[in-house]
């Protein structure tokens, strides 16, 4: 006989994501690559915690930051563990580097969404290997690319125009912070999902760091925030 209702052992889908959390952003400098995320995690519209660690280390050579989901990302964060130890066991001297890295992930999220099934994040990879550096990015459907900066979420709106006007190759690690910290004021001042704590991870031939949580300093006496309906003329 069918079974019309279904029963708990069905496969079960995420239809929406439940606790998120919000833009990424980064970007080649002279030695290697910076990221930066807040730490904010989302529950629908309610900022439920501020202690979420969005960006991570992914074996020697890679740093990840991620938009979305966040048990979806720690699902990512499994999978890729499980990557980087089947590489570390055939203890060839050989390891996985960004570029591989970067190509399983869009692998894994193209197949998922195939499974109408999608892991609900989009994910900026970046690493140095061998001199080489490499910055790409990947959304919930596979859609990829490899460029100079990236961001997820609003920041692909509001930071990357920033960033095509005041990025240059031979920025320094100090410039290089300073315009992802510029980046991510802008996000702070329009994206509601942000808050003010944000990590900046860096990747070097040497290794990665990520620094502490920290806040920045922020001016909210702008004429258009005190009265943001002067001048805006219409029915209401």
Known sequence: MINLI???SD????????VTGTSVVG???KDGILLAADMGGSYG???RYKTVERLKKVGKHSIIGASGEI???QEIMRNLDELILYDNMWDDG????PKEVHNYLTRMMYNRRNKFNPLWNSLVLGGVKNGQKYLGTVSMIGVHYEDNHVATGFGNHLAR????NEWHAD????????LLEKCMRVLLYRDRSAVNKLQIAKITEEGVTITQPYALKTFWNFSAFLNPTAGAEGSW
């Open 171 to 178: 920025m320094t690690f100090e410039e290089g912070v300073k």
């Open 71 to 73: 048990s979806d990302f």
């Open 11 to 18: 496969s079960q889908r995420t239809l929406y994501p439940y």
């Open 27 to 29: 970007i080649k400098y």
């Open 6 to 8: 279904g029963s708990e």
């Open 94 to 97: 050989n390891s996985l580097g």
């Open 45 to 47: 519209s309610t900022l």
């Open 161 to 164: 125009p920033l960033l095509r």
